[in-house]
């Protein structure tokens, strides 16, 4: 049987949702690309090796089999696969009362936010400004609302509080805002350790919050081929407290790795590998994600292309290659080079979002951005959710099963024509068919005497009524 579109949270609680066996993936590379890109995954960290700027995670590594070239450190492959070997097939997150919020293998496509953009939009002047600590509260109440965004994440950088305690204030103002799970990123590893210590106070302990996390910690190695002191301190911390990061590098095909997706999933993916390894050797079986985000260029002014198919492509090839590993990953989706939320905004997030609802990824990241990830959205964010929607109904496909080929509908109903009165009409009547929340789907006449309204004010307004509400 096909997957049904879940079910979503109702006012009041979580509702949980029913699992069904997962449907063919459209795939990007497919099972053979994937091996052999891993093939030069492994050849790459065997060959070219890692800068690797931290004693400690040195140390370990040379403990487990691999040596030292220079200031490299060289991989090989069978130190990398044993490595590998006890990772957790999958991650649950809770939200902070403690409650099942979803797991990278649901059946079901999950959605979260982007991270730290450098300025916002703001939903009630219209002006591009610094983030301030107050837009954080925003974002958190705006996505505690949205039904189909189920991990938030602070959309910027506030900039009136003191860049030693910024990631903190914004980890604590974002989960005041919101029970959700939230996933995060700080400048160091003293900065993560107290939101890491935040959270474990709201859970009861850090033994506790280990149980059921609802925090991520964002991690990346620096391209080309280089793991910092402060990324593998992070990577060693959260393993040792069995807490849940993704690992994974922001990578410029053509100016820090090959221009070839192919080349950029490769390289993306080593440099991934080699920072999971050490967690993995820190403490076997620590929860670890990854994924790629590539980030195409257009090189006819070097500007970054995330609403590209290119960006959309490239994170589905790196979750082959991570499927084909068994580490689960995300992908980044429902975001755009547009400045405004506009037609290529619109077009731009909805072809990212049903291409990775097809594929079957299960945690999707990145909605409610503009110019190219530089602008959190807070009316994009809710665009958003409506697109994820859309995707997410689209991506589960048709159910067939005797109920739903209704052959005793047909026998019962075509006779006098009373399909619109049948009691399997009137069971499924809101259910069967996706009901859009801010799309409209009305005759001329009656939109003509509503004003023709603007889809723009629409989302504004019902951005402005989710603050006033919350």
């Given amino acids: 049987m096909v997957r049904r579109p879940r079910e979503r949270r109702r006012e009041g ?18 099972t053979e690309g994937a091996e052999a890109i891993l093939g030069g995954v492994l050849e790459v960290l065997a060959r070219v090796g890692m800068l690797v700027e931290d004693d400690e995670a040195r140390a370990l590594l040379m403990a487990a089999g691999c040596r030292e070239n220079g200031e490299r450190i060289l991989y090989p492959a069978d130190t990398v696969r044993r490595a590998l070997e006890p990772i957790p097939k999958a991650i649950r997150f809770f939200d902070q009362n403690g409650n099942p919020a979803f797991a990278t293998d649901d059946d079901v496509p999950r959605f979260g936010t982007a991270v730290n953009c450098v300025q916002v939009l703001d939903p009630r002047t219209g002006d591009y400004r610094p983030c301030l600590l107050s837009d954080i509260a925003d974002h958190g109440r705006v996505q505690e609302a949205l039904h189909h965004i189920d991990m938030a994440a602070a959309l910027g950088y506030p900039s009136d509080v ?47 919050l280990a149980d059921k996390p609802f925090g991520l910690d964002l991690i990346g190695p620096v391209s080309p081929l280089k793991l910092g002191g402060e990324t593998c301190q992070r990577l060693l ?45 820190a403490q076997p079986g620590a929860p670890v994600m990854s994924g ?34 068994g580490i689960p990953c995300w992908v980044g989706s429902g975001c755009t080079d547009a400045h405004e939320v506009g037609p290529q905004a619109l077009a731009e997030a909805s072809a990212s979002l049903h291409g990775t609802c097809l594929s079957g990824t299960a945690l999707t990241h990145n909605l409610g951005v503009l110019s190219s990830g530089r ?26 099963s005797p109920d739903t080929i209704a ?56 951005t402005l009524d989710l603050l006033e509400d919350a």
């Fill in 407 to 462: 052959t005793e509908v047909i026998a019962r109903a075509a006779l006098d024509n009373s399909f619109l009165t049948d009691p399997h009409t009137l069971e499924r009547y809101a259910t069967e068919m996706w009901i859009p929340q801010i799309f409209r789907r009305e005759g001329i006449e009656n939109w003509t005497e509503a004003g023709r309204p603007d889809l723009r004010a629409r989302l504004r307004e019902k």
């Fill in 375 to 400: 602008t959190g959205s807070l009316e994009m964010l809710v665009a958003c959710d409506e697109l994820a929607a859309m995707a997410s109904r689209f991506g589960a496909g048709i159910e067939v």
């Fill in 292 to 325: 790629s985000s590539v980030m195409p260029m257009d090189m006819r002014r070097a500007d970054m292309a995330i609403g590209s198919p290119e960006y959309t492509l490239a994170g589905l090839g790196a979750a082959d290659v991570f499927d084909h590993l």
């Fill in 162 to 208: 003191d860049p030693e305690t910024e990631a903190v204030e914004s980890a604590r103002a974002l989960m005041d805002a919101t029970r959700k799970p939230v996933f995060f990123t700080g400048h160091d590893e003293h900065g993560v350790r107290l939101i890491w210590e935040e959270m474990a106070a709201r859970a009861g302990g850090m033994g506790n």
């Fill in 237 to 281: 911390m959260a393993a040792r407290l069995n807490l849940p990061v993704v690992c994974y590098p922001a990578i410029f095909p053509g100016m820090a790795c090959p221009l070839t997706l192919a080349g950029a999933i490769a390289q993306a993916t080593a440099e991934s590998l080699a920072g999971i390894v050490i967690s993995q050797l």
């Fill in 13 to 30: 609680g979580l509702t949980p949702t029913a699992r069904s066996p997962r449907r063919n993936r459209l795939t990007s590379i497919g």
